[in-house]
């Protein structure tokens, strides 16, 4: 398995758990205050934007240990550079996390338009957001996999 | 994924020139050594820049390493 392939089973391994403690955290600080009105928007959008940097941290810390790690147990040292085969599959990832992150946005759009709950269109958002992100990555480990 | 109509003898060649690894033919057209598994395989098809840089290594036209298989003669060979 090559050193690309590897990153990308980590990488949405890392989404996950990162997702996941995040949104417990979330869930628990919803529970506690309980939000209403404008209250309601200030709390998802401040649970957004600290999502943003909290996961590119955390994944960042758990990316260097993948190549620490990597580099003890294989000794393959990881490419410093993305080539053309690497771009290629970046874009069309990206491809598909925008076309997911889209589907997403639009039944957000119809959570309100069917009159639910605020904190559902924020919810699917939210999730949105995650499986856009975990579909690109799935989708770049496929293609590193099955070819351009 | 559709199979690409490009095939190639870079495994052939790499052998002839002493051995050569896949991370030293990488390293020599500037790609990493995934990409270069890729094309042996036939899981990717390189730029016309890449193609004409591995064509350079072994001193070779790129048609002496890249060939591209019509679909009709596809037909015609499973026929």
Do not use: C
């Amino acid at each position: 398995m090559s050193y690309q392939e590897k990153k990308n089973i980590v990488s949405p391994l890392s989404a996950i758990v990162v997702f996941g403690v995040y949104s417990w955290n979330v869930v628990l600080r919803y529970i506690d205050m309980n939000p209403q009105g404008m209250e309601l928007f200030r709390f998802w959008g401040a649970a957004i934007l600290i999502l943003i940097p909290v996961s590119m941290v955390a994944r960042l810390l758990i990316e260097i240990i993948f190549i620490i790690i990597n580099r003890i147990v294989t000794k393959e040292v990881a490419p410093s550079f993305a080539d053309e085969l690497d771009k290629i599959i970046e874009l069309k990832a990206m491809r598909i996390s925008y076309f997911v992150f889209i589907l997403g946005f639009l039944l957000a759009m119809g959570s309100l338009v069917f009159q639910m709950a605020l904190s559902s269109m924020f919810i699917i958002m939210f999730v949105s957001g995650f499986i856009a992100d975990v579909a690109g990555i799935s989708w770049r480990l496929y293609l590193y996999r099955k070819g351009v | 994924m559709a199979k690409s109509h490009i095939s190639n003898n870079i495994r052939i060649l790499r052998f002839n020139h002493n051995e050569m690894t896949q991370q030293q033919l990488a390293d020599l057209v500037g790609v990493t050594r995934q990409t270069v598994v890729a094309i042996e395989k036939g899981k990717y098809s390189p730029s016309l820049e890449l193609a004409f840089r591995i064509a350079r290594v072994f001193k070779l036209q790129v048609e002496d390493v890249f060939t591209y298989e019509e679909e009709h003669e596809e037909l015609q060979a499973g026929s």
